[in-house]
């Protein structure tokens, strides 16, 4: 596989920011799990973009995951907390040459960026080469939906789509 999108999403938000950039990117891309994105599939792709919620500042946590599990109510959502933290799967990376986008879905406001810039980090140690600058995309307020994917605002899967196209050709131009 040329690229692999990598997501952690409680509510389907990022999951659904992460279908829309594979789909941008178009054939040889795929958007998966923590838990099917192992070291394997890794090791065969040219670009990993990565990409989980911002929880407190940062990247999810246990205890921000528990948080987020707390908020179920009956009639919405259950949090999916079934797969690998993002924090953990980063530690498992085989090392690059390779090259990686990270991206992630945070409110609107001044609340914090700090996901997609810890993923950046993180990649950057593991030896990949930063493709294209890390970004973000905006979802309500409303912590919990009854559809997956429903926190995000209007225009964001359209640039999650963009954002696809722009990374196949940021790859090719780099041979
Ligand atoms: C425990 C918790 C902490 C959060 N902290 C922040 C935050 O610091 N900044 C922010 O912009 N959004 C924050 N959010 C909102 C999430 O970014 C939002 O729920 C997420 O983008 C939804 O994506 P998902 O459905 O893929 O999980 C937080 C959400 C939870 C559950």
């Not at 390779?98 to 992630?104: D, K, L, N, P, S």
């Amino acid at each position: 596989m040329d690229a692999v999108v990598v997501f952690e999403s409680m509510w389907g938000n990022t999951s659904a920011i992460a279908r829309e950039i594979a789909r941008g990117y178009g054939d040889g891309s795929a958007a998966m799990t923590t838990d099917q994105a192992d070291a394997d599939l890794v090791l065969g792709a040219r670009l990993v973009v990565a990409g989980s919620p911002v929880h407190t500042l940062g990247l999810p946590t246990e205890v921000s995951r528990a948080s987020a599990a707390a908020k179920d109510r009956p009639g919405t959502l259950a949090a999916d907390t079934r797969h690998l933290p993002v924090r953990e799967w980063l530690t498992h990376l085989p090392r690059g040459p390779r090259f990686y986008a990270a991206f992630e879905t945070r409110i609107v406001g001044p609340l914090g960026h700090g996901a997609a810039t810890a993923i950046s980090r993180a990649l950057t140690g593991a030896g990949y080469e930063q493709l294209d600058r890390p970004h973000s995309f905006t979802v309500t307020m409303r912590p919990h939906t009854e559809t997956p994917g429903a926190m995000l605002l209007p225009g964001q899967e359209q640039h999650a789509f963009e954002w696809g196209i722009r990374l196949r050709r940021l790859l090719a131009e780099v041979g």
